[in-house]
């Protein structure tokens, strides 16, 4: 890195998305895009041009098949990528470009801008719509096919591990495949903490910030960069000093975190109270890397993520495969299958017309219940697999009992069918989500209802306080530690406790040693959270008392705002658990 002077430092304050901090030099994700210019060719290049496109085509679907076998990753990458080369290779996309270079005389880049554009803004119903639909799978595939035609060799290595990519958003695909060049950091424009975006760059330890504006007109390329994940901020020209200091606070984190004792199967608290983990996992390997943690069981299985692409529902035997497997994965320790919970975007239906509040709409439990028809082979699966295996069922986004009794009598109908069919069937127990403010205000009726309930924190906090999860020019209104949510939380354990069901907290509130101890103080016993959070919240719970994390919740319950609940956590952990927490961790902004 070249020198620079602690004046000339600047720092931007930033989102923390994923914990971390990463020294590098500035690479721009998705720049290429507005760079593309219209080239006008005479008609004897026309063909040469056509070729060039076809070896970038072939470029980019070999590059696609690579990855989408590659199994080196734990996250379903291959079947993002799969969709992504059967979109390359059987929707017309490919043709239509050609014959826009054709037609129209121009370069091949910008023909394939021209083209996705057009794709976005009509989606008329061609016969490959269901490779389509979704407006982001083109801008993937285009985006790969502009990187084969302006050589993605140079491009590819810029992004090592001396990389801090900047980008305006990223979409999951697009950091599953950052990731594989390890990078040293992350900047976005937007992203919010619970975006499925973090929840894998924190899967996957990237350090990673949001909320820097206009990051083309604020970074050149190569720009020397330091993403500080830990307190909150970018430096842009650091001085040596800075990058010294930094390095060895970053070095500090990793023994810190490399500190593993061998795990016992039960955890408990110093005062004797049994904690239980769980995996947020959706496949074998994951899994199988978290009881490796000391994860007992899977918490929550977001089955949503068996579809590739929109439409692309997989059929009641593909679905039985994969939940029988992970089910036996689990064994005693039970897995807990979520149902699919996606919106109406996900079905790609030509007939539907775009929602103007997604996430109010037609989605989760509601669009099950609409589409009987897919609900019921989810359910035959499950039932299915749940055969001689611990398998339970979790409905998301119940608003009240109704939702609930109308799956059990579903459940009913289909587990009697299969029986007179001479099909084996198990009795997976029925869980709802807790995430939105009526099903806390119904939650006695629900946990009547049901056998186990799941704490979502991530959509609790949204809904409660009216804060998108994912748009982080509201961050400051996202607040975990509101006193509205603080009370929904107990109200869910004092429910609970007294119908004598479990609630399980799966959102991403459970994975947070910051937050952790008021949980537990508050009533939870069971967290289910993603691998990179197991190892440190065992380690912590095995360190503190049940008695010391109620008299922590008791300060914190007669507290009015986030913030002052903030100090109070951040006071408490100083004089009673220091050494418990992270470098740097409590200095952090946790609201
Ligand atoms: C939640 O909402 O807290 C949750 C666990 O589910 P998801 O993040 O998939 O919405
Ligand atoms: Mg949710």
Avoid at 404 to 427: F, N, P, Y
Avoid at 532 to 547: D, E, H, K, M, Y
Wanted: charged share 25%.
């Amino acid at each position: 890195m070249k020198q620079a002077t602690a004046q000339n430092e600047r720092r931007i304050p930033a989102i923390i998305l994923s914990l971390g901090i990463g020294t590098g030099q500035v690479t721009f994700f998705e720049g290429e895009k507005e760079v593309i210019r219209r080239v006008d060719l005479q008609e004897s290049e026309v063909e040469a041009e056509i070729a060039r496109f076809r070896v970038a085509v072939r470029t980019a679907a070999a590059e696609l098949s690579l990855m989408a076998r590659s199994s080196a990753t734990n996250i379903p990458a291959s079947e993002i990528f799969g969709a992504h080369l059967l979109m390359l290779n059987e929707s017309s996309f490919a043709g239509r470009v050609e014959s826009r270079i054709e037609q129209h005389k121009v370069n091949a880049e910008y023909a394939v801008v021209e083209t996705a554009r057009a794709f976005n803004k009509t989606q008329d119903a061609t016969a490959d719509r269901r490779f389509l639909e979704k407006s982001q799978d083109v801008d993937d595939v285009a985006q790969r096919l502009m990187r084969a035609l302006t050589g993605s060799v140079e491009k590819q290595a810029a992004l090592g591990p001396h990389a801090i990519v900047v980008a305006r958003e990223l979409r999951p695909s697009a950091i599953i495949e950052i990731a594989k060049h390890k990078p040293a950091g992350v900047i976005t424009e937007r992203g919010g903490w619970t975006s499925h975006t973090s929840i894998l760059g924190r899967e996957l330890k990237l350090p990673m910030v949001s909320g820097i504006k206009e990051v083309e007109r604020l970074f050149a390329p190569n720009d020397n960069v330091i993403v500080d994940a830990i307190n909150g901020e970018v430096i842009i020209d650091p001085c040596l000093e800075t990058i010294e200091r930094m390095r060895s606070l970053s070095l500090e984190r990793s023994v810190t975190s490399a500190v593993t004792d061998s795990i016992p199967r039960t955890l408990i608290t110093r005062d004797g109270t049994e904690i239980t983990i769980r995996a947020n996992a959706d496949n074998r390997s994951v899994y199988e890397n978290g009881r490796q943690l000391g994860a007992r069981g899977i918490g929550l299985f977001r089955s949503e993520s068996l579809i590739a692409r929109p439409g692309a529902i997989p059929t009641e035997d593909q679905q039985f495969a994969i939940y029988e497997s992970i089910a036996e994965a689990a064994g005693e320790e039970r897995v807990r299958i979520r149902t699919f919970d996606i919106g109406i975007d996900s079905l790609a239906d030509s007939r539907i017309t775009p929602e103007r509040n997604p996430s109010l709409g037609l989605r989760s439990i509601r669009l099950s219940l609409a589409n009987e028809e897919i609900f019921r082979a989810q359910i035959r699966a499950l039932l299915r697999a749940s055969a001689g295996n611990n398998l339970d069922i979790i409905l998301p986004m119940v608003t009240g009992i109704v939702e609930v009794k109308r799956t059990r009598e579903i459940i009913e109908d289909e587990r009697e069918k299969l029986s007179q069919a001479g099909i084996d069937v198990g009795a997976p127990n029925l869980g709802a989500m807790i995430e939105v403010p009526s099903a806390v205000l119904t939650v006695a009726e629900i946990a009547a209802n049901t056998d186990f309930l799941c704490l979502g924190t991530n959509d609790l906090i949204q809904y409660l306080l009216a804060a998108d999860r994912d748009n982080d020019s509201i961050a400051d209104w996202y607040q975990t530690l509101h006193p509205a949510v603080i009370r929904a939380i107990e109200q869910v354990f004092v429910a609970a406790n007294d119908a004598g069901v479990p609630a399980i907290v799966a959102g991403e509130m459970a994975g947070s040693t910051f937050y952790l101890p008021l949980l537990i103080g508050l009533g939870a016993r069971e967290l289910s959270m993603n691998l990179n959070s197991i190892q440190p919240t065992r380690n912590l719970i095995s360190n503190i008392t049940i008695a010391e994390a109620v008299e922590l919740a008791e300060l914190v319950k007669a507290s009015p705002t986030a913030e002052a609940t903030e100090q109070i956590l951040r006071t408490y952990y100083l004089e009673h658990w220091n050494e418990l927490f992270p470098p740097g961790l409590l200095e952090l902004r946790h609201r």
